[in-house]
Nanobody
Framework: QVQLVESGGGLVQAGGSLRLSCAAS????????MGWYRQAPGKQRERDAA???????NYADSVKGRFTISRDNAKNTVYLQMNNLKPEDTAVYYC?????????WGQGTQVTVSS
């Protein structure tokens, strides 16, 4: 089963940038599509960005032009470059392969954007 370790979160002012990393193990990383998700307090978890095994990316409308997802198959790691951060981006961020059975989420990494 997959193990996921997210890192790179922190406190940043509006307009700032962060780069999140997610190291995956327990799966053949290069054969899995990967996504970045966020969960804000009191809200459902939602997907911000996804990258296929071929490198095709797609983004939620709210982050298009600001976030960039990438992957390094040699390091079994997926990244999320977050630019021009907004207070509404405050959330815990997770990565997860898809499609994949539920229930193997990592601890996530907290991103807090101050206004």
């Amino acid at each position: 089963q997959v193990q996921l370790v997210e890192s790179g979160g922190g406190l940043v002012q509006a307009g700032g940038s962060l780069r999140l990393s997610c190291a995956a193990s327990g799966i053949i990383f290069s054969r899995n599509h990967m996504g970045w998700y966020r969960q804000a307090p009191g809200k459902q978890r939602e997907r911000d960005a996804a990258i296929s095994i071929s490198g095709t990316t797609n983004y939620a409308d709210s982050v298009k032009g600001r976030f960039t997802i990438s992957r390094d198959n040699a390091k079994n790691t997926v990244y999320l470059q977050m630019n021009n951060l907004k207070p509404e981006d405050t959330a815990v961020y997770y990565c997860y392969p898809y499609p994949y059975p539920a229930g193997h989420w990592g601890q996530g990494t907290q991103v807090t954007v101050s206004s």
